[in-house]
């Protein structure tokens, strides 16, 4: 295979701010995001676990230069994104797309939403209309391009909200829990269009869930808890780890818990199962 | 102490262009002291049914009885039927206003008319209901995290001692731990004080662990009322329907398919677990 | 009740006025707005009359949808009709109801306040009726960008408007949501005083504004995220540019105008 050029790349980074009280004394310093080392490489998914409070928007939001390292350093497409003059290159390699989905949706035609990124960018006008185009169509959102945001389900609003992403052309793309609000539907929706641009359009994807199931597909998995990255392996390392993982407040998908607790009654089931087809296949295999 | 709701229907913007039936001929029953999950997808008229227990919603034909008496009726108290029939709207962290914990939960039970003392004994009974200590009490709800917000809000509805919670998808947003942390409190509350409680969601595996019926909503119909085990026997309807049962539902049912012995209508993994270790227990290894 | 107000309303059609560039429109509306205050006697409101069921007509849109706007202002016309009516002072007394008097001047007064009140309401609800909210503020960044040389934010006021525009049906969800909650809660928003009612507010306010200052932020995050950074150096996806059209528009606006202010100094 040949070697993959590296997307991003964090070395010792760290993250700090203060909490002060009613009277603006220093409370405490929290420590959001702690020592934190990895590096994805172009064209992977790679996905990042965590519970609610494990630090892991606060990383996404540095990928995007909405947040600059306090300490340690972190590039993305080789650029240091504490250069200032650079923040909007970073921004247009790394597009980010954020939980709620009615929050991020600037425009009041879905088209004209789409087109928002490619305007702040200067492309010229008959570009943007090519671009919105091509990224509706990868979104599978074309045909809804005249509505309002305002009418569509919650699977419908965070495609456009992708497709706002796509349309900058980007390397990379962050998604920050976009499917936390949505239901198993549209939580279907947005993870197949996640994928498709990953397998299709090459785009280096880096999914922020803590919803077990849509990590099965990423290339790696990382682990996060108190700051730190606690684990780093491929979806079925990762999940062949149950107890590990409910002690950061995780979970793993019902076929993978099943497996676990037939394995513990002594059956000899195989590590890491991820499906029911996979599990099924296991039993049959004892027989 | 019962809710019955008769040839319920609802109608959006009845006689226009943008006529809506959000719900159509909702018959149902819910008795004193059960554990019931209402499950259907975004738009099925899951979250009008709730609105209308309560009488937030008035229906545009039908009827409903709260304890035999017609809520419709004229000089019928709704204010005293909503401290009966508590309802827990989605997200409801967002309704929290006051300065500080103890004050917003205050806020239901001194609206019926308790004294300051009074309500005051009710929140922090609320609180420990919902497992928060009275560390919190002075603290402004702002500064909670996300679960304990949640927290503090359901408590804000239990103050007010419903006979029957209504909670509409109560484990939106949260992490796994935060999910099961609320279901548990959620299920004990019922155990232990026999509230009846509905439980709104769209999550079959969450619901199957705790409730003893399902009442599966779909373009504003009732599509299946029963046990879990009942309801989830229909997997490949619901799967037709855009809901899909619990993950063990499929694997057991294939397994049956393969000819092993399972019970096929298990529907949590410790009874999976028990009915799959029963027909491999010549597998089993011991451990030494 | 506040979605009943078709005032502002945009009105999908296919009609020749709403292909019209939008600044067309703002230009006109304001040109109705100051021929409807030059023109004073009968000849140049039959002028106006004639211009605007014109533009009615081309606009396709329904006569009765128009009137439905009007509603809205029912009483104010009601008002000024009344307080014209009696109060304007003249030589010849038509009607006298015990002190009060109709006279000649009132009536006439009366008359032509009504009908310059209602043509103003209608003469604008076309122009919003046929227009997106989009392309109104599209049109007004555009028509006011010479102001840019004097520091006044045309861009940032237009982003601002685009943005309300589109949060202002969000919000409006959210209120009713919270409202219900708080009922649910027991609370009340209907009983009592003034004083009662402005405190019952009070629990729906604090979540209402809470929740709009997250979404702000949010929006700002998600904003600078897509490399928002100002009008400068913007291009635009749907740029405003004038067709043949427009300029036969804004001919006829010209010669509407010549004809009231010739009706005015002529006769």
């Given amino acids: 295979m040949d070697k993959?050029?590296?997307?991003?790349?964090?070395?010792?980074?760290?993250?700090?701010?203060?909490?002060?009280?009613?009277?603006?004394?220093?409370?405490?310093?929290?420590?959001?995001v702690n020592g934190v080392n990895f590096q994805i490489e172009k064209g992977d998914f790679v996905a990042i676990l965590g519970h609610n409070g494990s630090g892991k928007s606060t990383l996404a939001k540095h990928i995007n230069a909405l947040l600059v390292p306090s300490a340690g350093t972190l590039w993305v497409d080789g650029i240091d994104t504490k250069e200032e003059e650079r923040v909007w290159d970073v921004r247009q390699s790394a597009g980010m797309v954020f939980q709620n989905p009615d929050n991020q949706i600037i425009g009041t035609i879905v088209e004209e939403d789409v087109g928002f990124g490619p305007e702040n960018m200067g492309v010229p006008t008959k570009e943007i209309w090519e671009r919105v185009e091509e990224s509706l169509k990868a979104v599978n959102m074309l045909k809804y391009r005249h509505h309002s945001p305002n009418k569509l389900s919650g699977g419908q609003k965070q495609r456009v909200a992708i497709a706002g992403v796509v349309a900058m052309h980007p390397e990379c793309i962050v998604l920050d829990e976009p499917t936390a609000m949505l239901d198993p539907n549209g939580r279907k929706e947005v993870i197949r269009t996640v994928r498709a641009l990953n397998q299709v359009e090459d785009i280096t994807v880096i999914l922020i869930t803590h919803y077990m199931e849509e990590v099965i597909y990423a290339d790696k998995v990382i682990v996060m808890d108190d700051g730190k990255i606690v684990m780093t392996g491929t979806p079925r390392e990762i999940f062949s780890q149950v107890e590990t993982l409910k002690s950061y407040r995780l979970d793993v998908p019902q076929a993978t818990q099943l497996a676990w607790e037939l394995k513990k009654a002594g059956l000899d089931l195989p590590d890491g199962i991820l499906t029911r087809e996979e599990l099924v296949e296991a039993l049959c295999h004892l027989n | 102490m019962s809710l019955k709701l008769e040839h319920v229907q609802y109608t959006y913007s009845p006689s226009t262009a943008y006529e809506i039936h959000a719900?159509?001929?909702?018959?149902?029953?819910?008795?004193?002291?059960?554990?019931?999950?209402?499950?259907?997808?975004?738009?099925?008229?899951?979250?009008?049914?709730?609105?209308?227990?309560?009488?937030?919603?008035?229906?545009?034909?039908?009827?409903i009885y709260f304890n035999g008496e017609d809520i419709y009726a004229d000089g019928y108290d709704m204010r005293k039927l909503r401290s009966k029939v508590g309802l827990v709207f989605q997200y409801p962290e967002h309704q929290l206003f006051e300065m500080d914990v103890l004050s917003d939960i205050c806020f239901g039970p001194k609206n019926q008319g308790l004294s300051k003392e009074e309500a005051e004994v009710r929140a922090r009974e609320a609180m420990r209901m919902v497992g928060l200590s009275e560390e919190y009490e002075k603290q402004s709800p702002f500064e909670l995290s996300g679960g304990q917000k949640r927290r503090v809000a359901i408590a804000g509805v239990l103050a007010m001692e419903p006979e029957i919670l209504i909670l509409d998808e109560p484990t939106a947003g949260l992490d796994p731990r935060g999910r099961d942390e609320i279901l548990d409190q959620i299920s004990r509350l019922h155990k232990e004080r026999g509230i009846t409680i509905v439980l709104v969601s769209h999550s079959m595996e969450d619901v199957a662990k705790y409730v003893e019926r399902i009442i599966v909503m779909n373009q504003g119909e009732v599509l299946h009322d029963g046990a879990p085990r009942e309801v989830f026997r229909h997997y490949k309807e619901l799967e037709s329907v855009g809901l899909a049962a619990p993950?063990?539902?499929y694997i057991l049912h294939t397994l049956k398919e393969k000819g092993f012995g399972v019970d096929e209508d298990a529907t949590t993994i410790e009874e999976a677990r028990d009915t799959i270790l029963r027909v491999f227990r010549d597998k089993v290894k011991k451990h030494d | 009740m506040i979605r009943d107000i078709t005032l502002g309303q945009y009105y999908p059609a296919d009609s020749i006025l709403h292909?019209?560039?939008?600044?067309?429109?703002?230009?006109?509306?304001?040109?109705?707005?100051?021929?409807?205050?030059?023109?004073?006697?009968?000849?140049?409101?039959?002028?106006?009359?004639?211009?605007?069921?014109?533009?009615?007509?081309?606009?396709?849109?329904?006569?009765?949808?128009?009137?439905?706007?009007?509603?809205?202002?029912?009483?104010?016309?009601?008002?000024?009709?009344?307080?014209?009516?009696?109060?304007?002072?003249?030589?010849?007394?038509?009607?006298?109801?015990?002190?009060?008097?109709i006279t000649d001047k009132g009536l006439h007064t009366a008359i032509f306040m009504a009908i310059r009140l209602i043509y103003l309401i209608l003469g604008s609800s076309v122009m919003t009726l046929t227009t997106t909210p989009n392309d109104l503020t599209d049109g007004l960044e555009k028509l006011m960008s010479p102001l840019k040389k004097l520091h006044v934010p045309?861009?940032?006021?237009?982003?601002?408007?685009?943005?309300?525009?589109?949060?202002?049906?969000?919000?409006?969800?959210?209120?009713?949501?919270?409202?219900?909650?708080?009922?649910?809660?027991?609370?009340?928003?209907?009983?009592?005083?003034?004083?009662?009612?402005?405190?019952?507010?009070?629990p729906l306010l604090v979540p209402l504004f809470i929740s709009a200052f997250r979404r702000a932020n949010d929006l700002a995050m998600a904003m600078e995220a897509r490399c928002y950074r100002g009008g400068e150096g913007r291009t635009k996806m749907k740029p405003l540019i004038y067709a043949r059209r427009d300029y036969y528009a804004y001919g006829v606006v010209v010669i509407f105008l010549a004809a009231i202010i010739a009706v005015r100094v002529v006769l």
């Fill in chain 3, 154 to 202: 045309v861009h940032e006021v237009a982003m601002m408007m685009s943005i309300a525009l589109r949060f202002i049906p969000i919000l409006l969800e959210e209120t009713d949501k919270i409202m219900k909650a708080q009922i649910a809660r027991g609370a009340d928003f209907e009983n009592g005083n003034l004083i009662q009612k402005a405190k019952n507010l009070v």
């Fill in chain 3, 19 to 101: 292909k019209l560039d939008p600044r067309v429109k703002l230009v006109t509306t304001i040109a109705f707005l100051v021929a409807l205050f030059v023109a004073d006697d009968w000849v140049g409101y039959l002028v106006a009359t004639v211009f605007l069921v014109a533009v009615i007509k081309l606009s396709r849109v329904p006569f009765h949808f128009m009137v439905k706007g009007l509603k809205a202002i029912f009483f104010i016309l009601l008002i000024t009709l009344i307080f014209n009516l009696f109060l304007t002072p003249g030589d010849v007394v038509l009607v006298q109801i015990w002190k009060l008097k």
């Fill in chain 2, 247 to 249: 993950q063990v539902t």
């Fill in chain 1, 4 to 32: 993959k050029e590296t997307m991003i790349k964090a070395k010792d980074l760290v993250y700090e701010y203060r909490k002060y009280d009613e009277e603006g004394r220093e409370r405490e310093l929290i420590k959001a």
């Fill in chain 2, 23 to 63: 719900l159509k001929d909702v018959n149902l029953e819910i008795p004193d002291g059960q554990f019931i999950g209402l499950i259907g997808h975004t738009g099925s008229g899951k979250s009008t049914l709730v609105q209308h227990l309560n009488g937030l919603v008035k229906a545009t034909s039908g009827h």
